[in-house]
């Protein structure tokens, strides 16, 4: 049984890793299930064994993004004192993490937008999450008395969007260098933007690594 399950597991993988793939390549419109199922391995009765169809497949890479953000931004807030420079190294974390893994990025922040009422209503739900944990370490921020009141929910969204600007610029630009490059010049402008500068804050060296 335990065979069986790690088998079945194994193929889910490989399914989900092909679709990244197919997805990122062809795009959501395009993709179709014969070559997501011929990329991993597997017949397409294997692949609808797993997933029904194609929105349960970006809806699954979906979840399993977010998994992955979310646990690289909390072990990169474990390693962070001030409640600013956890919020900054959580949303950088997001810009190195997909900058590591190109196909998930695109998927997450350009396939899945207009393929669905559904799938659109999830992304909002994933951008609200890591919005929250943002806005909440901006919150403790002003209760410390490290930075100024602000709207806090409203920087939350500018950074994500911020954020979300720069990665697709990077995904639709082919002589883009590294997406960590770009670290420096954003970490700069999202202490800026809650009034504080890069030499007040400390420092965040292997936060994101």
Same mark, same amino acid.
């Given at each position: 049984?335990?065979?069986?399950?790690?088998?079945?597991?194994?193929?889910?993988?490989?399914?989900?890793?092909?679709?990244?793939?197919?997805?990122?390549?062809?795009?959501?419109?395009?993709?179709?299930?014969?070559?997501?199922?011929?990329?991993?391995?597997?017949?397409?009765?294997?692949?609808?064994?797993?997933?029904?169809?194609?929105?349960?497949?970006?809806?699954?890479?979906?979840?399993?993004?977010? =998994?992955?953000? /979310?646990?690289?931004?909390?072990?990169?807030?474990?390693?962070? #004192?001030?409640?600013? *420079?956890? +919020?900054? !190294? &959580?949303?950088?974390?997001?810009?190195?993490?997909?900058?590591?893994?190109?196909?998930?990025?695109?998927?997450?922040?350009?396939?899945?937008?207009?393929?669905?009422?559904?799938?659109? =209503?999830?992304? /909002?739900?994933?951008?609200?999450?890591?919005?929250?944990?943002? #806005?909440?370490?901006? *919150?403790? +921020?002003? !209760? &410390?008395?490290?930075?100024?009141?602000?709207?806090?929910?409203?920087?939350?969204?500018?950074?994500?969007?911020?954020?979300?600007?720069?990665?697709?610029?990077?995904?639709?630009?082919?002589?883009?260098?590294?997406?960590?490059?770009?670290?420096?010049?954003?970490?700069?402008?999202?202490?800026?933007?809650?009034?504080?500068?890069?030499?007040?804050?400390?420092?965040?060296?292997?936060?994101?690594?």
């Amino acid at each position: 049984m335990a065979v069986k399950q790690a088998r079945a597991r194994d193929r889910q993988q490989r399914i989900l890793e092909a679709a990244a793939d197919v997805f990122a390549q062809r795009g959501y419109g395009d993709a179709v299930v014969e070559e997501i199922a011929a990329s991993a391995g597997t017949s397409k009765g294997g692949l609808y064994f797993h997933f029904p169809g194609k929105e349960a497949l970006l809806m699954a890479l979906l979840d399993h993004t977010s =998994s992955l953000l /979310m646990g690289r931004v909390r072990t990169a807030m474990e390693n962070q #004192e001030a409640p600013v *420079d956890k +919020a900054a !190294a &959580a949303l950088l974390t997001l810009l190195r993490t997909l900058g590591k893994h190109r196909s998930l990025a695109r998927i997450f922040a350009m396939e899945a937008l207009g393929a669905g009422p559904k799938l659109n =209503s999830r992304i /909002m739900e994933l951008h609200q999450s890591f919005e929250t944990v943002i #806005e909440e370490q901006l *919150d403790d +921020a002003i !209760a &410390a008395g490290a930075i100024e009141p602000l709207d806090t929910r409203v920087t939350a969204q500018a950074w994500v969007g911020i954020l979300n600007a720069v990665l697709t610029r990077w995904l639709l630009d082919p002589q883009a260098g590294p997406l960590n490059d770009l670290f420096p010049t954003l970490r700069r402008l999202l202490l800026q933007s809650v009034g504080l500068s890069v030499h007040k804050s400390s420092e965040m060296a292997g936060t994101t690594s």
